[in-house]
Structure formats: structure tokens, C-alpha cells
């Protein structure tokens, strides 16, 4: 069964970066599928951010292009978003996911609460 | 492309028929839309992809259909545990993935 699980701060001061590392369990980076960041607020509700594929292939969501970097390390199985320069607007629950060919997302990581604020 | 999500709640009771709809501003594939569930406090949940192909373990009470800007989550019976709230979302242009704003399934 494939894991994935979100780790880093729950708090970030505002214009400061955001970073999430996404440890993905029980199945290769290397084997395939691309891998993306999505997050939900109750403002926002689900909104997409990145997929990376494990040969750095990269999309971005365009209203947030500026600000996001996405990227994947293939030696420790993981993936790694950045966000700069947050304000209160990106305070969010932030999940990382598996993306299917039939651009699906599969698998999900329980979620990590990232609060923005002084 | 813009998804909305029709009712916004849906109230009905265990063993009825729930049927979900989602309307996309244009046309989408339908080989690229997908239905979720949620939980309180989980991660969305992928049941359907395709826009009618069930996802590994998801059981045949859940069916998808539709075609062009127009598609549906029919859960045939309803069971306890599938009060939730239920998204689509779609692959597209700019940007490629949306999700609808939900639509809550509770009981009656």
C-alpha cells in the first residue's frame, strides 16, 4: 500500500518561505506516475499547486507559479515544495498525492496544517 | 474551467438513492474527471476516474456518468459511512487541475 506522509512547521511568520517534504512509502519515485502538492482551505477550498515527476519534469499552477518550487529527491523517495513570501491567504491544510495517468490523484498524505501568522 | 457542484448539501437517509451532480463552465474529457470523498479530519479519497471507473476497492454502489460539461456521482444505496462531502475535478487548460467547491452528503 502506498504512503505518503507531509512533514514540516505548522507555523510560518508571514513573507517568510513555506517548506513541506512529502516521504513517499511502499512505492518507488523512481517507478513512474508524477507527484503533486495540493492544499484546501475553507476559502479556497481544494486547490492544485505542483506535480513533479522523478525526472524533475515540472507544472505549476499559474497563480502561484512566482511564488512555488517544487522539487524531488530520488535518494530518499521524497518531494519537497517551497512557497515564498506567504501571507494569511495561504494558510491551508497542504497534501501531497500521487497522480494517476487518468490525472486522478490516488494516494494522499494525511495532511499537514500550515499556519500563517505573526 | 470552473466545476459547480450541485446542491451544495444533499439530506437523505440510509438505503436511498443520492444522486451528485458536477457542471463544468466548458467542455471537459471525459476521460480526465474524477469524483472524491471526504471525510472530517482526511484526506479526499479517489472513487471515481474517468468520469465512470470505479477506483481499487471502491464499492459498486458508487457510479459515474456524463459527457461534455455535464456529470454525475449516483451512490445506488446509501450506507452510514457515505455521508461525507463529495468533489470532482478535472484536468484541463489553465490552470490543469480543479476541483469543485463540494457538495455535503448528510443524513436526514
Known amino acids: 500500500q502506498v504512503q505518503l506522509q507531509e512533514s514540516g512547521p505548522g507555523l510560518v511568520k508571514p513573507s517568510e518561505t513555506l517548506s513541506l517534504t512529502c516521504v513517499v512509502s511502499a512505492y518507488s519515485i523512481n517507478s513512474g506516475y508524477y507527484w503533486g502538492w495540493i492544499r484546501q482551505s475553507p476559502g479556497m477550498g481544494l486547490e492544485w499547486i505542483a506535480n513533479i515527476y522523478h525526472n524533475g519534469n515540472t507544472h505549476y499552477n499559474p497563480s502561484l507559479k512566482s511564488r512555488v518550487t517544487i522539487s524531488v529527491d530520488t535518494s530518499k523517495n521524497q518531494f519537497s515544495l517551497n512557497l515564498t513570501s506567504v501571507t494569511a491567504t495561504d494558510t491551508a491544510v497542504y497534501y501531497c498525492?500521487?497522480?494517476?495517468?487518468?490525472?486522478?490523484?490516488?494516494?494522499w498524505g494525511q495532511g499537514a496544517l500550515v499556519t500563517v501568522s505573526s | 474551467v470552473v466545476l459547480t457542484q450541485s446542491p451544495g448539501t444533499l439530506s437523505l437517509s440510509p438505503g436511498e438513492r443520492a444522486t451528485l451532480s458536477c457542471r463544468a463552465s466548458q467542455s471537459v474529457s471525459g476521460s480526465v474527471l474524477a469524483w472524491y470523498q471526504q471525510k472530517p479530519g482526511q484526506a479526499p479519497r479517489l472513487l471515481i476516474y474517468?468520469?465512470?471507473n470505479r477506483a481499487t476497492g471502491i464499492p459498486d454502489r458508487f457510479s459515474g456518468s456524463g459527457s461534455g460539461t455535464d456529470f454525475t456521482l449516483t451512490i445506488s444505496r446509501l450506507e452510514p459511512e457515505d455521508f461525507a462531502v463529495y468533489y470532482c475535478q478535472q484536468y484541463g487548460s489553465s490552470p490543469p487541475y480543479t476541483f469543485g467547491q463540494g457538495t455535503k452528503l448528510e443524513i436526514k
Open positions: 498525492a500521487r497522480r494517476t495517468p487518468a490525472m486522478a490523484f490516488d494516494y
Open positions: 474517468g468520469a465512470s
